[in-house]
């Protein structure tokens, strides 16, 4: 395919800390990329500082989904990319979507994801994510999942519910076509992990990630998220 116009939704909320190199990451990873920033009520200084390092900074009410969806709909890109706001992309990011993408049958896809700590346990971490995701050809919000425009649309974008929008997006996108798994890796905050504990982390995600894929809400799996924080 000819060169594709690539847009990069970042959704923020309160990440001051960390919105500066994201998005450096991302100027630098793909150049000719647009960069939309959709902040969803930050009380920090997040988009000061994400102001000049994007193209446009969108606000809106908070909740990821809906976030990326007011993104999508303002961007100019023939295909979509979406990282979150403490995830540091690699330096072939855009070279890596436009050559996924030559593929006609590839309606979308992800990276393989790195954590920021280089302990073992992280990095086994990230690597066991990488291998599940490869082989159920989905992905998560962390791992950069990008689509083409034409697919998001026909999909009608993100499902604005409250908890597992990454995992319903990628299972729909992947019965649209072949979905890419690209080795490049993006690198993402291991914060998650320090904070609550890794075997109480790793447990909480594949119990709401079960529990998703049996039927349970979005909502009650919210209240569980927040219950077991």
Known sequence: MADIRLSVVVPMLNEAAAIAATLAA???GAPGAEIIVVDGGSADSSRARARPLCDRLIETTRGRARQMNAGAVSADGDALAF???DTAVPRSFGADIEAALED???VGG???LELDDPALVF???GKMISLRSRISRTGTGDQAIFVRRATFERMGGYREIELCEDLDFARRMKRLGRVACVR???ITSARRWKANGIARTIFRMWLIRLGFLAGVSPARLSRLYRDTR
């Open 26 to 28: 991302i100027r630098s």
């Open 83 to 85: 990282v979150h706001a």
């Open 104 to 106: 006609a049958r590839v």
């Open 110 to 112: 992800r990276l393989d």
């Open 123 to 125: 990095r086994i971490i």
């Open 184 to 186: 490049s890796r993006v």
